[in-house]
Protein backbone atom coordinates (compact mmCIF):
# COMPACT_ATOMS: atom_id res chain seq x y z
CA UNK A 1 0.00 0.00 0.00
CA UNK A 2 1.13 3.81 -0.61
CA UNK A 3 3.38 5.31 2.29
CA UNK A 4 0.90 7.55 4.16
CA UNK A 5 3.38 9.92 5.00
CA UNK A 6 2.45 10.90 1.28
CA UNK A 7 -1.53 11.53 1.87
CA UNK A 8 -2.44 11.97 5.27
CA UNK A 9 -2.30 16.14 4.71
CA UNK A 10 -4.24 15.64 1.54
CA UNK A 11 -7.27 14.70 4.24
CA UNK A 12 -6.05 16.69 7.76
CA UNK A 13 -5.75 20.19 5.73
CA UNK A 14 -9.18 19.94 4.43
CA UNK A 15 -11.49 20.19 7.16
CA UNK A 16 -14.70 20.50 4.94
CA UNK A 17 -14.25 16.87 3.46
CA UNK A 18 -15.13 15.31 7.20
CA UNK A 19 -17.34 12.67 7.44
CA UNK A 20 -20.47 13.56 7.35
CA UNK A 21 -22.02 10.38 9.49
CA UNK A 22 -22.07 9.29 13.41
CA UNK A 23 -20.48 5.73 13.68
CA UNK A 24 -20.12 4.16 16.73
CA UNK A 25 -16.96 3.24 18.38
CA UNK A 26 -17.21 -0.87 17.49
CA UNK A 27 -18.26 -0.13 14.00
CA UNK A 28 -15.53 2.24 13.49
CA UNK A 29 -13.19 -0.46 15.31
CA UNK A 30 -14.39 -3.01 12.98
CA UNK A 31 -13.88 -1.08 9.68
CA UNK A 32 -10.49 -0.07 10.70
CA UNK A 33 -9.40 -3.13 11.90
CA UNK A 34 -10.77 -5.14 8.53
CA UNK A 35 -9.07 -2.29 6.34
CA UNK A 36 -5.86 -3.13 8.71
CA UNK A 37 -6.14 -6.90 7.75
CA UNK A 38 -6.82 -5.84 4.15
CA UNK A 39 -3.71 -4.19 3.79
CA UNK A 40 -2.06 -6.62 5.37
CA UNK A 41 -3.04 -9.62 3.27
CA UNK A 42 -2.46 -7.25 0.13
CA UNK A 43 1.19 -6.61 1.15
CA UNK A 44 1.86 -9.86 2.22
CA UNK A 45 0.41 -11.71 -1.63
CA UNK A 46 2.52 -8.87 -3.33
CA UNK A 47 5.80 -9.66 -1.35
CA UNK A 48 5.04 -13.56 -1.27
CA UNK A 49 4.78 -13.68 -4.94
CA UNK A 50 8.12 -11.10 -6.07
CA UNK A 51 10.72 -13.20 -5.62
CA UNK A 52 9.47 -16.59 -6.97
CA UNK A 53 8.09 -14.74 -10.24
CA UNK A 54 11.73 -13.56 -10.62
CA UNK A 55 13.07 -16.66 -10.27
CA UNK A 56 10.27 -18.22 -12.95
CA UNK A 57 11.28 -15.17 -15.22
CA UNK A 58 14.91 -15.86 -14.73
CA UNK A 59 14.21 -19.75 -15.58
CA UNK A 60 12.34 -19.26 -18.63
CA UNK A 61 14.62 -16.98 -19.84
CA UNK A 62 17.46 -18.67 -19.08
CA UNK A 63 16.11 -22.01 -20.44
CA UNK A 64 15.13 -19.95 -24.21
CA UNK A 65 18.59 -18.37 -23.90
CA UNK A 66 20.47 -22.00 -23.84
CA UNK A 67 18.06 -23.35 -26.27
CA UNK A 68 18.93 -20.46 -28.51
CA UNK A 69 22.48 -21.27 -28.54
CA UNK A 70 21.98 -24.71 -28.09
CA UNK A 71 24.73 -25.76 -25.89
CA UNK A 72 23.05 -28.18 -22.98
CA UNK A 73 21.15 -30.26 -25.31
CA UNK A 74 19.02 -33.00 -23.07
CA UNK A 75 19.91 -31.42 -19.74
CA UNK A 76 18.02 -28.02 -21.17
CA UNK A 77 15.09 -28.75 -18.52
CA UNK A 78 17.28 -28.59 -15.75
CA UNK A 79 19.38 -26.08 -15.79
CA UNK A 80 21.11 -25.25 -11.98
CA UNK A 81 20.19 -21.63 -10.98
CA UNK A 82 23.80 -20.95 -11.23
CA UNK A 83 24.17 -21.17 -14.70
CA UNK A 84 21.39 -18.21 -15.06
CA UNK A 85 23.71 -15.84 -14.01
CA UNK A 86 24.99 -14.66 -17.66
CA UNK A 87 25.03 -11.18 -18.22
CA UNK A 88 22.26 -11.60 -21.19
CA UNK A 89 20.11 -13.35 -19.20
CA UNK A 90 20.25 -11.44 -16.53
CA UNK A 91 20.06 -8.05 -19.06
CA UNK A 92 17.03 -9.60 -20.12
CA UNK A 93 15.08 -10.71 -16.85
CA UNK A 94 15.50 -6.57 -15.70
CA UNK A 95 14.38 -5.50 -18.94
CA UNK A 96 10.99 -7.87 -18.57
CA UNK A 97 10.52 -7.01 -14.71
CA UNK A 98 10.90 -2.97 -15.66
CA UNK A 99 8.61 -2.63 -18.59
CA UNK A 100 5.73 -4.43 -16.26
CA UNK A 101 6.23 -1.80 -13.82
CA UNK A 102 5.83 1.11 -16.34
CA UNK A 103 3.07 -0.71 -17.91
CA UNK A 104 1.26 -1.13 -14.56
CA UNK A 105 1.76 2.16 -13.60
CA UNK A 106 0.57 3.43 -16.75
CA UNK A 107 -3.15 1.47 -16.97
CA UNK A 108 -3.15 2.25 -12.92
CA UNK A 109 -2.78 6.06 -14.21
CA UNK A 110 -5.64 5.57 -16.91
CA UNK A 111 -8.29 3.95 -14.91
CA UNK A 112 -8.23 5.40 -11.66
CA UNK A 113 -10.24 8.27 -11.32
CA UNK A 114 -13.00 6.82 -13.61
CA UNK A 115 -12.70 3.67 -10.44
CA UNK A 116 -12.74 6.15 -8.17
CA UNK A 117 -15.86 7.45 -9.25
CA UNK A 118 -17.29 3.85 -9.13
CA UNK A 119 -16.16 3.95 -5.21
CA UNK A 120 -18.06 6.69 -4.48
CA UNK A 121 -21.31 5.38 -6.28
CA UNK A 122 -21.16 1.95 -6.06
CA UNK A 123 -19.56 1.60 -2.86
CA UNK A 124 -15.76 1.08 -1.13
CA UNK A 125 -16.46 -2.71 -0.58
CA UNK A 126 -17.44 -3.33 -4.16
CA UNK A 127 -14.03 -1.45 -5.65
CA UNK A 128 -11.57 -3.11 -3.53
CA UNK A 129 -13.58 -6.42 -4.17
CA UNK A 130 -13.07 -5.89 -7.47
CA UNK A 131 -9.59 -4.87 -7.25
CA UNK A 132 -8.28 -7.72 -5.28
CA UNK A 133 -10.05 -9.41 -8.33
CA UNK A 134 -8.14 -7.84 -11.41
CA UNK A 135 -4.93 -8.84 -8.99
CA UNK A 136 -5.89 -12.56 -8.49
CA UNK A 137 -6.37 -12.43 -12.82
CA UNK A 138 -3.40 -10.99 -13.56
CA UNK A 139 -1.31 -13.44 -11.40
CA UNK A 140 -2.84 -15.95 -12.58
CA UNK A 141 -2.21 -15.03 -15.99
CA UNK A 142 1.52 -14.86 -15.02
CA UNK A 143 1.44 -18.01 -13.55
CA UNK A 144 -0.22 -19.52 -16.58
CA UNK A 145 2.03 -17.80 -19.29
CA UNK A 146 4.46 -19.33 -17.52
CA UNK A 147 3.61 -22.66 -16.88
CA UNK A 148 3.05 -23.24 -20.99
CA UNK A 149 6.48 -21.39 -21.43
CA UNK A 150 6.50 -24.05 -24.17
CA UNK A 151 4.20 -22.82 -25.68
CA UNK A 152 3.08 -19.41 -25.48
CA UNK A 153 6.23 -16.77 -25.30
CA UNK A 154 7.06 -14.62 -22.22
CA UNK A 155 6.31 -11.57 -23.89
CA UNK A 156 2.72 -12.35 -22.63
CA UNK A 157 2.97 -11.32 -19.13
CA UNK A 158 3.05 -7.80 -20.46
CA UNK A 159 -1.55 -8.20 -20.60
CA UNK A 160 -1.07 -8.37 -17.13
CA UNK A 161 -1.09 -5.04 -16.53
CA UNK A 162 -4.78 -4.64 -18.11
CA UNK A 163 -6.20 -7.25 -15.58
CA UNK A 164 -4.52 -5.71 -12.54
CA UNK A 165 -5.89 -2.16 -13.63
CA UNK A 166 -9.23 -4.08 -13.00
CA UNK A 167 -10.78 -2.10 -10.17
CA UNK A 168 -8.09 0.63 -10.62
CA UNK A 169 -4.95 -1.16 -9.43
CA UNK A 170 -3.37 -0.36 -5.95
CA UNK A 171 -3.22 3.32 -6.58
CA UNK A 172 -7.31 3.29 -5.98
CA UNK A 173 -6.78 0.58 -3.37
CA UNK A 174 -4.97 2.53 -1.13
CA UNK A 175 -7.01 5.97 -1.63
CA UNK A 176 -10.18 3.79 -1.35
CA UNK A 177 -8.91 2.46 2.11
CA UNK A 178 -7.75 5.80 3.08
CA UNK A 179 -11.46 7.10 2.11
CA UNK A 180 -12.70 4.43 4.67
CA UNK A 181 -10.65 6.09 7.38
CA UNK A 182 -11.49 9.73 6.73
CA UNK A 183 -15.61 8.43 6.81
CA UNK A 184 -15.59 6.68 10.16
CA UNK A 185 -12.19 7.81 12.24
CA UNK A 186 -12.17 10.90 13.94
CA UNK A 187 -9.62 13.86 12.89
CA UNK A 188 -7.53 13.55 15.99
CA UNK A 189 -7.38 9.73 16.04
CA UNK A 190 -6.76 9.84 11.99
CA UNK A 191 -2.59 10.17 11.77
CA UNK A 192 -2.61 7.20 14.42
CA UNK A 193 -4.76 5.11 11.91
CA UNK A 194 -2.67 5.93 8.95
CA UNK A 195 0.61 4.99 10.79
CA UNK A 196 -1.34 1.60 12.19
CA UNK A 197 -1.72 0.91 8.22
CA UNK A 198 2.27 2.05 7.29
CA UNK A 199 2.94 -1.14 9.98
CA UNK A 200 1.21 -3.63 8.34
CA UNK A 201 3.24 -2.91 5.61
CA UNK A 202 6.52 -3.17 7.60
CA UNK A 203 5.34 -6.62 9.38
CA UNK A 204 4.41 -7.90 5.53
CA UNK A 205 8.06 -7.17 4.81
CA UNK A 206 9.66 -9.01 7.56
CA UNK A 207 7.94 -11.63 7.26
CA UNK A 208 6.65 -12.45 3.66
CA UNK A 209 10.15 -12.77 2.27
CA UNK A 210 11.51 -15.05 4.78
CA UNK A 211 7.76 -17.36 4.25
CA UNK A 212 8.66 -16.89 -0.16
CA UNK A 213 12.04 -18.20 0.51
CA UNK A 214 11.65 -21.23 2.64
CA UNK A 215 8.39 -22.09 0.11
CA UNK A 216 10.90 -22.17 -2.72
CA UNK A 217 13.91 -23.78 -1.14
CA UNK A 218 11.45 -26.28 0.40
CA UNK A 219 8.88 -26.88 -2.41
CA UNK A 220 9.76 -24.87 -5.26
CA UNK A 221 8.91 -22.02 -7.43
CA UNK A 222 5.63 -22.46 -7.90
CA UNK A 223 4.49 -23.07 -4.37
CA UNK A 224 4.38 -19.71 -2.99
CA UNK A 225 2.75 -18.65 -6.35
CA UNK A 226 -0.42 -20.86 -5.56
CA UNK A 227 -0.24 -19.96 -1.78
CA UNK A 228 -0.83 -16.53 -2.49
CA UNK A 229 -4.12 -17.11 -4.24
CA UNK A 230 -6.36 -18.79 -1.28
CA UNK A 231 -4.74 -15.43 0.87
CA UNK A 232 -6.15 -12.90 -1.98
CA UNK A 233 -9.75 -14.81 -1.73
CA UNK A 234 -9.71 -13.86 1.81
CA UNK A 235 -8.46 -10.60 1.18
CA UNK A 236 -11.69 -10.64 -0.73
CA UNK A 237 -13.80 -11.80 1.92
CA UNK A 238 -12.48 -9.56 4.70
CA UNK A 239 -13.29 -6.72 2.23
CA UNK A 240 -16.22 -7.56 1.19
CA UNK A 241 -17.41 -7.49 5.07
CA UNK A 242 -16.56 -3.69 5.11
CA UNK A 243 -20.14 -1.77 5.17
CA UNK A 244 -20.94 1.22 3.31
CA UNK A 245 -19.71 4.28 4.92
CA UNK A 246 -20.22 6.79 1.95
CA UNK A 247 -20.57 10.79 3.10
CA UNK A 248 -22.12 12.73 0.59
CA UNK A 249 -18.33 13.94 -0.45
CA UNK A 250 -16.46 12.44 -3.18
CA UNK A 251 -13.83 11.81 -0.54
CA UNK A 252 -12.10 8.69 -3.13
CA UNK A 253 -12.57 10.86 -6.00
CA UNK A 254 -10.41 13.73 -4.22
CA UNK A 255 -7.76 11.75 -2.80
CA UNK A 256 -7.06 10.33 -6.12
CA UNK A 257 -7.54 13.81 -8.20
CA UNK A 258 -5.15 15.18 -5.82
CA UNK A 259 -2.41 12.75 -5.79
CA UNK A 260 -2.96 13.26 -9.83
CA UNK A 261 -2.20 16.75 -9.15
CA UNK A 262 -6.07 17.61 -10.06
CA UNK A 263 -5.75 19.72 -6.71
CA UNK A 264 -9.13 21.80 -5.93
CA UNK A 265 -9.16 25.15 -7.54
CA UNK A 266 -11.91 26.34 -6.40
CA UNK A 267 -11.60 26.25 -2.84
CA UNK A 268 -8.00 27.73 -3.07
CA UNK A 269 -9.10 30.66 -4.91
CA UNK A 270 -12.22 30.80 -2.31
CA UNK A 271 -10.00 30.81 -0.04
CA UNK A 272 -6.81 33.20 -1.14
CA UNK A 273 -8.12 34.71 -3.95
CA UNK A 274 -5.19 33.63 -6.33
CA UNK A 275 -3.29 30.99 -8.30
CA UNK A 276 -1.41 28.63 -5.81
CA UNK A 277 0.11 27.00 -8.89
CA UNK A 278 3.71 25.85 -9.53
CA UNK A 279 4.32 29.74 -10.42
CA UNK A 280 3.63 31.19 -6.76
CA UNK A 281 6.58 28.55 -5.38
CA UNK A 282 9.08 29.78 -3.82
CA UNK A 283 12.77 28.89 -4.69
CA UNK A 284 13.34 27.21 -1.78
CA UNK A 285 9.85 25.00 -2.06
CA UNK A 286 11.82 24.27 -5.74
CA UNK A 287 14.71 23.06 -3.70
CA UNK A 288 12.66 20.72 -1.79
CA UNK A 289 10.61 19.38 -4.15
CA UNK A 290 14.42 18.71 -6.22
CA UNK A 291 15.37 17.10 -2.91
CA UNK A 292 12.78 14.59 -2.09
CA UNK A 293 12.01 13.60 -6.16
CA UNK A 294 15.55 12.32 -5.92
CA UNK A 295 15.33 10.49 -3.43
CA UNK A 296 12.38 8.59 -3.76
CA UNK A 297 13.96 7.74 -7.44
CA UNK A 298 16.94 6.43 -5.77
CA UNK A 299 14.61 4.61 -3.52
CA UNK A 300 13.60 2.53 -6.72
CA UNK A 301 16.95 1.12 -7.28
CA UNK A 302 15.69 -1.17 -4.13
CA UNK A 303 13.46 -3.20 -6.38
CA UNK A 304 16.53 -4.49 -8.04
CA UNK A 305 18.73 -5.54 -5.02
CA UNK A 306 17.73 -8.99 -4.95
CA UNK A 307 18.55 -9.74 -8.40
CA UNK A 308 22.04 -7.95 -7.76
CA UNK A 309 22.86 -9.65 -4.85
CA UNK A 310 22.09 -12.96 -6.53
CA UNK A 311 24.20 -12.32 -9.46
CA UNK A 312 27.15 -10.71 -7.84
CA UNK A 313 27.82 -13.40 -4.66
CA UNK A 314 25.99 -15.93 -6.80
CA UNK A 315 23.75 -16.91 -4.31
CA UNK A 316 20.03 -18.04 -4.54
CA UNK A 317 17.61 -15.85 -5.08
CA UNK A 318 15.46 -17.25 -2.26
CA UNK A 319 18.68 -16.68 -0.10
CA UNK A 320 19.12 -12.85 -1.72
CA UNK A 321 15.29 -12.56 -0.88
CA UNK A 322 16.27 -12.57 3.04
CA UNK A 323 17.72 -9.05 2.55
CA UNK A 324 14.02 -7.87 2.22
CA UNK A 325 13.58 -8.97 5.82
CA UNK A 326 16.26 -7.31 7.02
CA UNK A 327 15.66 -3.93 5.21
CA UNK A 328 12.34 -4.11 6.96
CA UNK A 329 13.55 -4.70 10.24
CA UNK A 330 15.94 -1.61 10.62
CA UNK A 331 12.69 0.41 8.82
CA UNK A 332 11.26 -0.40 11.82
CA UNK A 333 13.56 0.24 14.41
CA UNK A 334 14.17 3.19 12.38
CA UNK A 335 10.60 4.68 12.34
CA UNK A 336 9.54 3.34 15.72
CA UNK A 337 12.72 4.00 17.64
CA UNK A 338 15.38 6.00 16.35
CA UNK A 339 13.28 8.80 15.12
CA UNK A 340 11.36 9.54 17.96
CA UNK A 341 14.22 9.22 19.78
CA UNK A 342 16.31 11.47 18.03
CA UNK A 343 13.32 14.12 16.88
CA UNK A 344 13.16 14.37 20.60
CA UNK A 345 16.87 15.04 21.29
CA UNK A 346 17.08 18.05 19.04
CA UNK A 347 13.92 19.56 20.24
CA UNK A 348 14.89 19.10 24.23
CA UNK A 349 18.49 18.95 24.04
CA UNK A 350 19.46 21.56 20.78
CA UNK A 351 16.35 23.62 21.37
CA UNK A 352 15.40 23.45 17.86
CA UNK A 353 11.96 24.06 16.10
CA UNK A 354 9.95 21.21 14.57
CA UNK A 355 10.77 22.10 11.34
CA UNK A 356 14.55 22.77 12.11
CA UNK A 357 14.79 19.25 13.72
CA UNK A 358 12.79 17.70 10.47
CA UNK A 359 15.81 19.62 8.02
CA UNK A 360 19.05 18.60 10.18
CA UNK A 361 17.11 15.13 10.25
CA UNK A 362 17.40 15.19 6.56
CA UNK A 363 20.68 16.46 6.30
CA UNK A 364 22.07 13.54 8.02
CA UNK A 365 20.09 10.76 6.47
CA UNK A 366 21.43 11.99 3.23
CA UNK A 367 24.52 11.02 3.96
CA UNK A 368 23.49 7.62 4.90
CA UNK A 369 21.90 7.65 1.41
CA UNK A 370 25.43 8.34 -0.28
CA UNK A 371 27.46 6.19 1.90
CA UNK A 372 24.66 3.32 1.75
CA UNK A 373 24.32 2.68 -2.35
CA UNK A 374 28.10 3.55 -2.87
CA UNK A 375 29.24 0.74 -0.46
CA UNK A 376 26.57 -1.95 -1.54
CA UNK A 377 27.79 -1.07 -5.20
CA UNK A 378 30.90 -1.94 -4.50
CA UNK A 379 30.61 -4.59 -1.24
CA UNK A 380 32.71 -8.05 -1.90
CA UNK A 381 31.49 -9.81 0.99
CA UNK A 382 28.55 -10.47 3.25
CA UNK A 383 29.10 -8.81 5.86
CA UNK A 384 29.67 -5.32 3.69
CA UNK A 385 27.01 -5.68 2.04
CA UNK A 386 24.38 -6.23 5.32
CA UNK A 387 26.38 -2.75 6.63
CA UNK A 388 25.70 -0.93 3.15
CA UNK A 389 22.14 -2.19 3.08
CA UNK A 390 21.77 -1.07 6.70
CA UNK A 391 23.17 2.58 5.76
CA UNK A 392 21.14 2.76 2.77
CA UNK A 393 17.50 1.66 4.70
CA UNK A 394 18.78 4.36 7.32
CA UNK A 395 18.34 7.02 4.51
CA UNK A 396 14.27 6.28 4.46
CA UNK A 397 14.47 9.35 6.71
CA UNK A 398 15.03 11.42 4.47
CA UNK A 399 11.97 12.14 2.17
CA UNK A 400 9.81 12.18 5.39
CA UNK A 401 11.39 14.52 7.12
CA UNK A 402 12.26 17.18 3.70
CA UNK A 403 8.48 16.65 3.17
CA UNK A 404 7.78 17.32 6.44
CA UNK A 405 10.06 20.42 6.21
CA UNK A 406 8.98 21.60 3.18
CA UNK A 407 5.05 21.77 4.32
CA UNK A 408 6.44 24.50 7.23
CA UNK A 409 7.67 26.86 4.74
CA UNK A 410 3.70 26.80 3.27
CA UNK A 411 0.38 28.20 4.23
CA UNK A 412 -1.87 25.64 5.47
CA UNK A 413 -4.30 26.40 2.22
CA UNK A 414 -1.26 25.50 -0.29
CA UNK A 415 -0.12 22.20 1.54
CA UNK A 416 -2.69 20.11 -0.56
CA UNK A 417 -1.12 21.24 -3.57
CA UNK A 418 2.37 21.01 -2.79
CA UNK A 419 1.44 17.21 -1.97
CA UNK A 420 -0.54 16.80 -5.09
CA UNK A 421 2.21 18.06 -6.82
CA UNK A 422 4.55 15.77 -5.59
CA UNK A 423 2.67 13.18 -6.20
CA UNK A 424 2.42 13.87 -9.96
CA UNK A 425 6.26 14.83 -10.29
CA UNK A 426 6.88 11.84 -8.64
CA UNK A 427 5.36 9.44 -10.97
CA UNK A 428 6.74 11.05 -14.13
CA UNK A 429 10.24 10.95 -12.74
CA UNK A 430 9.53 7.31 -12.08
CA UNK A 431 7.91 6.43 -15.38
CA UNK A 432 10.79 8.30 -16.71
CA UNK A 433 13.80 7.02 -14.97
CA UNK A 434 13.05 2.89 -14.61
CA UNK A 435 14.60 1.99 -18.01
CA UNK A 436 17.17 4.71 -17.28
CA UNK A 437 17.68 2.85 -14.33
CA UNK A 438 17.24 -0.50 -16.21
CA UNK A 439 20.05 0.55 -18.28
CA UNK A 440 22.39 1.35 -15.55
CA UNK A 441 21.93 -2.13 -14.25
CA UNK A 442 22.36 -3.19 -17.56
CA UNK A 443 25.56 -1.98 -18.30
CA UNK A 444 26.76 -2.36 -14.96
CA UNK A 445 26.44 -6.06 -15.78
CA UNK A 446 28.52 -5.84 -18.68
CA UNK A 447 31.53 -3.62 -16.90
CA UNK A 448 32.13 -6.52 -14.45
CA UNK A 449 33.55 -6.02 -11.01
CA UNK A 450 33.40 -3.03 -8.52
CA UNK A 451 31.82 -1.31 -11.18
CA UNK A 452 28.33 -3.87 -11.57
CA UNK A 453 26.66 -1.79 -8.83
CA UNK A 454 26.45 1.23 -11.21
CA UNK A 455 22.93 1.35 -10.66
CA UNK A 456 23.39 1.96 -6.92
CA UNK A 457 26.04 4.37 -7.73
CA UNK A 458 23.39 6.28 -9.28
CA UNK A 459 21.41 5.90 -6.42
CA UNK A 460 24.38 7.30 -4.06
CA UNK A 461 24.58 10.43 -6.93
CA UNK A 462 20.62 11.28 -6.81
CA UNK A 463 21.06 11.17 -2.64
CA UNK A 464 24.53 13.56 -3.03
CA UNK A 465 22.12 15.81 -5.18
CA UNK A 466 19.87 15.60 -2.36
CA UNK A 467 22.81 16.14 0.32
CA UNK A 468 23.69 19.36 -1.37
CA UNK A 469 20.26 20.41 -1.75
CA UNK A 470 19.21 20.34 1.69
CA UNK A 471 22.40 21.86 2.75
CA UNK A 472 21.38 25.54 0.59
CA UNK A 473 18.10 25.48 2.17
CA UNK A 474 17.53 28.06 5.44
Given amino acids: MAHPTEQAPLLEEQPHRQPHREHSLWNTTRICILCYTGALLFDSTQILRTMPRTTLFESIICQNYYASTNTLGATLSKIPEHMCKANPIQAELVTTQTWLKVGESICALLVALPFGNIANTKGRSFVLTLAILGQILADAWIVAVCFLNRTLPLSLVYMSPLLRSMGGGEMVMSAVIYALVVDVVSEKNRAQAFFNIAV ?10 AVGSILVDWRGVYTPLLCAFPLQVANMGIFGLIPDTRPPAKVVNEIIWDRLGGGDSTESSDETGQNKGFANWSKAIWLVT ?57 AKQCSMSPPRVDLWIARGSSLFGVVGPILLGVASGPVLLIVSLVLFTLSLAYPVSIQSYGTSLLQPVGVAPFYSALA ?47 SLLP
Fill in 200 to 209: MTLIAELVTP
Fill in 290 to 346: VCYISTMLARETIDLLVQYVSKRFEWSLAKANYLISVKALVSMALYLLLLPLLSRAL
Fill in 424 to 470: VIRLAATLLTSPLLALAFKFGLKAGGAASGLVFDVAGGLFLVAAIGS
